[in-house]
């Protein structure tokens, strides 16, 4: 299975949007805040979010630095504009 992003890709992030099961959001990483990551939030438990990457055997997500709380999710994304899809 093909990632849903690719790096290079430019997105729209909504930072008022509230992340929902499933959607993709923009984090700072909880043990190095100065990094922002793109990630799939799972499961909300009560020391915040659940995230994963979509490739799991190749990613660094909430396995490695435990869920993220509320004030370090940046914003949900809620287009890719670039590169632009592709028509068959």
């Known amino acids: ?3 849903t992003l690719e790096p ?3 997105l729209v992030v909504s930072r008022k949007a ?3 099961d499933g959607a993709i959001v ?3 990483r909880p043990d ?3 990094l922002l990551v793109v990630k799939r939030a799972r499961e ?4 915040g979010w659940v995230v994963v990457g979509d490739n799991p055997t190749e ?3 909430s396995r490695t630095f435990g869920p993220v709380p509320d004030h370090l999710i940046e914003g949900v994304v809620v ?3 670039w590169p632009r899809p592709r028509r068959f």
């Open 18 to 20: 509230k992340p929902t």
């Open 8 to 10: 290079g890709d430019a």
């Open 32 to 34: 190095q805040q100065d």
């Open 26 to 28: 923009v984090v700072r």
């Open 44 to 47: 909300r438990r009560s020391a």
């Open 59 to 61: 990613s660094t997500d």
């Open 1 to 3: 299975m093909s990632p």
């Open 79 to 81: 287009a890719r504009y």
